[in-house]
């Protein structure tokens, strides 16, 4: 799950890692009245959406006027802003962060994260602040600086002289070193504490009064660490979601929507996975990643078909089943009966292998449904993309 920055930059608060005086605003009266209290010599105000690259894209406005905060607050709220991370249809600002600008000296780039290959949190940094990480990463790989930390021990002085040094610290600001390596062992404590998956802090400055300041905060939580942390539960922003995504954890379904044209739904991971190999295989291209779980029930398939047909790319449907642990004839009564409720207008096709497999397909083929029962992967995917017609994006052909 991921987290507005003022959220970010709340908990960074409360773990004692310092962040310029700021608020939530949602409507230009509480930006009114709070750029009034604040009384600053800069203020900022910046769009909360779940995306990088504001700055860019005119998300982050600055002006030494607190009279004109809310003209600036009256561009951003309701704007729909496009970033290189939005993708083109952007996202809607619905809130603002509206804080004392800071005067800055230096910008870093600072970040702790999970490497999955060694299993340990590491620490990112780099003199390169406020640009993204991968470009610094392409165009000048030694200018980034990592420095994992073995749980079993944890974060350590060490690490953060490590880093103090490698960035060049002591003489871009030596009075730095110390508040640097504290804030790193805080963050630490936070990533651990809160079992977050990213922190990233971009840009991390030093001020010209020289001090640290987190600028910019981003948080990921670990999904499956949320029941942990019922706070958390308060942050989470369903605008920012995917809609069919939403709908498909409530009904614990595996759901990750993509820009294909054929509705896969699929029983397991991997067999999920190798179903969508499968439709690029013959020609076409997977509008969804869906699996309903090894012990599918016919509620479960149900919830699937609905999510499916809500996604208005979708122009087939590819069921397939394998009987393990479920039972075709049932995930076939599954089919028939959400099939019934809502009007199907679009070829399906479904292949049942396993646990009553005859059955089944048996049942499809007396429902009087238009749905096409088959037994073989390949012959099944054939028979989709055929009924769809080939939509294989043609990269080529766009490329000038
Ligand atoms: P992002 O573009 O979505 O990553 O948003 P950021 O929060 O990183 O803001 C973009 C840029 O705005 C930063 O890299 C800074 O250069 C600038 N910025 C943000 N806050 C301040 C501030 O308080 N003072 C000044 N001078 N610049 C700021
Ligand atoms: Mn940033």
Redesign the pocket.
């Known amino acids: 799950m991921n987290i507005h ?1 003022f959220q970010a930059k709340q908990l960074f608060a409360q773990f004692g890692i310092p962040v ?1 005086i700021g608020r939530e605003i949602k409507t230009l009266l509480a930006a009114e009245k709070w750029a009034a209290k604040l009384n600053a010599p ?1 203020y ?1 105000v ?2 909360q959406i779940h ?7 005119g ?2 406005k ?1 002006t030494k006027n607190g009279a004109e905060v809310p003209a600036l607050a009256k561009e951003l709220l309701g704007r729909t802003l496009v ?1 290189h ?1 939005t993708g083109p249809k952007g996202r809607k600002v619905r809130r603002l962060l509206i ?6 000296a230096k ?1 870093l780039y600072l970040s702790l994260l999970l490497d999955r290959d060694s299993g340990w949190p590491v620490f990112i940094a780099s003199t390169e ?3 993204e990480i991968e470009e610094v990463a392409a165009k000048s790989p030694e200018k980034v600086l990592k420095e994992p930390i073995d749980p079993a021990v944890g974060y350590q002085g060490y690490n953060g002289r490590n880093l103090a040094y490698g960035l060049g610290l002591p003489a871009l600001e030596p009075t730095i070193m110390g508040p640097f390596i504290t804030m790193l062992g805080n963050l630490y404590r936070l990533f651990m504490e809160k079992n977050a998956s990213l922190i990233e802090i ?2 991390l ?1 030093i001020t010209q009064d020289k001090k640290l ?1 987190a ?4 948080v990921s939580i670990d999904d499956n660490a949320l029941f942990k942390h019922p706070d958390f539960q308060a942050m989470r922003d369903l605008h920012e979601e995917e809609p069919l995504e939403i709908e498909a954890t409530n009904n614990n379904l595996n759901y990750v929507k993509l820009d294909g044209n054929i509705g896969c739904m699929v029983n397991g991971a991997g067999l999920a996975m190798a179903t969508m190999d499968v439709i690029k295989l013959a020609g076409s291209e997977p509008a969804n990643f869906l699996d309903v779980g090894g012990g599918a029930t016919k509620e479960t398939v149900a919830a699937g078909f609905r999510i499916l047909l809500k996604d208005r790319n979708v122009k087939g449907i590819f069921i397939n089943i394998f009987g393990g642990i479920v039972r075709c004839e049932r995930i076939a009564h599954g089919v028939i009966e959400s099939a019934k409720e809502v009007a199907i207008k679009i070829p399906v096709v479904v292949r049942l292998q396993g646990t009553n497999a005859e059955e089944g397909r048996k049942l499809l083929q007396e429902s009087g449904l238009k749905i096409e029962a088959a037994t073989d992967l390949w012959e099944a995917a054939q028979k989709i993309v055929a009924l769809t017609g080939k939509k294989r994006k043609k990269v080529e052909a766009t490329a000038s």
């Not at 995306?51 to 894209?57: C, D, H, L, P, Y």
């Not at 804080?99 to 800055?104: D, L, V």
């Open positions: 920055e310029p800069v900022v910046k769009a995306a990088g690259g504001r700055g860019k894209a998300g982050v600055l970033t991370q804080e004392e600008g800071a005067g800055i910008e602040g406020g640009m971009n840009p400055v300041m600028l910019d905060g981003k």
